[in-house]
């Protein structure tokens, strides 16, 4: 059984910081991709990065350069860090474990954690 729980979540300031992160159960880390979905008052749920078993990683046009998506293995834990934070990057983030690439959302993708709020406000 794959779980997976995000913790980091919280208020930032517009250019600011936080590090988000994923723990996962299972021996999900040699198989299974993981990514950071979002979702935002009122909107889908759109897709901001992954990262795949050996490393490679794609990400939203408008978080490149500011996010970073990573992984321990030894921890079974995925990170995103979040620089120069917007206040349109205010939504749910989520973490979900997949078998192949996605590049938008659907609700039977792979397994999802119960998602952190992230709010960029001053």
């Known amino acids: 059984q794959v779980q997976l729980v995000e913790s980091g979540g919280g208020l930032v300031q517009p250019g600011g910081s936080l590090r988000l992160s994923c723990a996962a159960s299972?021996?999900?880390?040699?198989?299974?991709?993981i990514f950071w979905y979002r979702q935002a008052p009122g909107k889908e749920r759109e897709l901001v990065a992954g990262?795949?078993?050996?490393?490679?990683?794609r990400y939203l046009d408008s978080v490149k350069g500011r996010f970073t998506i990573s992984r321990d293995n030894a921890k079974n834990t995925i990170y995103l860090q979040m620089n120069t934070l917007k206040p349109e990057d205010t939504a749910v983030y989520y973490c979900?474990?997949?078998?192949?690439?996605?590049?938008?959302?659907?609700?039977?993708?792979?397994?999802w954690g119960q998602g952190t709020q992230v709010t960029v406000s001053s």
């Open positions: 979900n474990a997949d078998l192949q690439w996605r590049s938008y959302y659907r609700p039977d993708y792979g397994y």
């Open positions: 990262i795949s078993p050996n490393g490679d990683v």
């Open positions: 299972g021996s999900i880390f040699s198989t299974y991709i």
